[in-house]
């Protein structure tokens, strides 16, 4: 399995555009995390999804973040506008069961190295 | 608000010697416990998980968990500089993972 895949890998922005990342699981995986990761606040929960559907949306921190997966094998977190504060890594992670893993441990893709100017 | 708190280091231990890794988490309906490794610029990579009480051993890792005193532990033995990174500890809650701020390990050669 090629594990956990994000892009873009890098993203460079202005202040006011939409950011748009994306994410593909691991095949056979039934929930799906975003987090985002900074020195200050380390690895925070965004939103995650089950079987596609968003069970907990409280770590999106305004209404400018939204996250969506329209099917098993997709999700995108948008930004829109961003902001300078946004600048972060932003990860996506699943779980389920594949190979070797338990049903409960996570996998967490490459990540997107954000920067908002 | 789920708190997990761990030493920050940095911790320092010369190569193959014993580093000693804690984590404290508040919530006690928590049942299983990851141990997740994170080079510079990179993304957290899981090294170890835990679900009982005791210790669990994988390859140069150890995880013990105390689920009475909520205190997780990873030791890993004859240390190597490839060790060096910073080690998360996650605890689960209800399907989501919180995670410390992790311990920045360096083993000098």
């Known amino acids: 399995d090629a594990g956990v895949i994000q892009s873009p890998r890098h993203e460079v922005t202005e202040m006011g555009q939409e950011v748009t990342l994306r994410c593909k699981p691991i095949s056979g995986h039934d929930y799906l995390f975003w987090y985002r990761q900074t020195m200050m606040r380390g690895l925070e929960l965004l939103i995650y999804f089950n079987n596609n559907v968003p069970i907990d949306d409280s770590g999106m921190p305004e209404d400018r973040f939204s996250a969506k997966m329209p099917n098993a094998s997709f999700s995108t977190l948008k930004i829109q506008p961003s902001e300078p504060r946004d600048s972060a890594v932003y990860f996506c992670?699943?779980?389920?069961?594949?190979?070797?893993?338990?049903?409960?441990?996570?996998?967490f893709g490459p990540g997107t190295r954000l920067t908002v100017l | 608000q789920k708190e997990v708190e761990q030493n920050s280091g940095p911790l320092s231990v010369p190569e193959g010697a014993i580093a000693s890794l804690n984590c404290t988490y508040s919530d006690r309906v928590s049942q299983s416990f990851f141990w997740y490794r994170q080079y510079s610029g990179k993304s957290p990579e899981l090294i170890m998980s835990i679900y009982s009480n005791g210790d669990k051993e994988d390859g140069r890792f150890t995880a013990q968990l105390n689920k009475a005193s909520q205190y997780v532990s990873l030791l890993i033995r004859d240390s190597q500089p490839s060790d060096s990174a910073t080690y998360l500890c996650a605890p689960e809650t209800g399907n989501q993972f919180y995670f410390g701020t992790g311990t920045s390990l360096t083993v000098i050669p």
């Open positions: 992670a699943s779980r389920g069961v594949s190979g070797r893993s338990h049903y409960n441990e996570q996998f």
